[in-house]
């Protein structure tokens, strides 16, 4: 299995809701990652996993939370979203935290 | 804290026709990539570079890295339609934070017949 994939593919919430994306991936990568990506603008790094550790938190407002059950599985739990969040969330793997990046497909989020 | 600069933002090339695309970074790095993003879609690793005069090829596409002067180019030969996409250069370093790229702007590129 050589691919990242996320789910779900879009998503449509409001704003008292609480719902989790979810990343996988099954190449033994040790490192993953989680972006947002606004229309027309780069990807903007929010969290990185290391070996199943939170390493890099990009000042993310709490009510994105991650988590990292194992090495193949990440998720991104939402609570309490603004409209401003809305965006296509893009999870990566890399083998370690300097290698090459995989990203998955996205999951498309609007927050009404 | 480093910064890249990519340009241009926005290229329009005919077919048939070449092209650089630029990527300048502000402080030492140890690795360099290309990525392609095509519209509603996901990223696509394109070219991991990662020393000095290191020089990648595929396709149409070229990529080549000068640590000196803190450049990489992207040189797009005889452009066709299918090269139409987003292409961001990311740098990373290992004096920062691990598994923290640094992304260009972008680059959008349109090629027309």
């Known amino acids: 299995d050589t691919e990242v994939t996320q789910t779900p593919k879009h998503l449509v919430m409001g704003m008292t809701n609480k719902k989790s994306l979810k990343c996988e991936q099954h190449m033994g990568h040790r490192a993953m990652y989680w972006y947002k990506q606004k229309a027309k603008k780069p990807p903007e790094l929010m969290f990185v996993?290391?070996?199943?550790?939170?390493?890099i938190n990009e000042s993310v407002p709490s009510r994105f939370s991650p988590e990292c059950p194992n090495s193949s599985l990440l998720n991104l739990h939402l609570h309490a979203l603004q409209p401003e969040d809305s965006a296509l969330y893009l999870c990566?793997?890399?083998?370690?935290?300097?290698?090459?990046?995989?990203f998955g497909p996205g999951t498309r989020l609007t927050v009404l | 804290e480093l910064k890249v600069e990519q340009n241009p933002l926005f290229l329009s090339m005919q077919e048939g026709k070449n092209y650089t695309i630029y990527c300048n970074y502000s402080?030492?790095?140890?690795?360099l990539y290309w990525y392609r993003q095509d519209p509603g879609k996901s990223l696509e690793s394109l070219f991991v570079?990662?020393?000095?005069?290191a020089v990648k090829q595929e396709g149409r596409l070229m990529a080549s890295l000068d640590t000196k002067a803190r450049l990489s180019t992207l040189h797009i030969t005889a452009a066709v339609h299918d090269l139409s996409a987003t292409y961001f250069c990311?740098?990373?370093?290992?004096?920062?934070?691990?598994?923290?790229?640094?992304f260009g702007d972008g680059t959008t590129l349109t090629v027309k017949p």
């Open positions: 990311a740098v990373a370093s290992l004096n920062t934070n691990a598994g923290k790229s640094t």
């Open positions: 570079l990662l020393s000095n005069g």
């Open positions: 996993y290391s070996y199943e550790k939170l390493s």
């Open positions: 402080t030492t790095s140890d690795r």
């Open positions: 990566a793997s890399s083998l370690g935290p300097y290698n090459e990046q995989f």
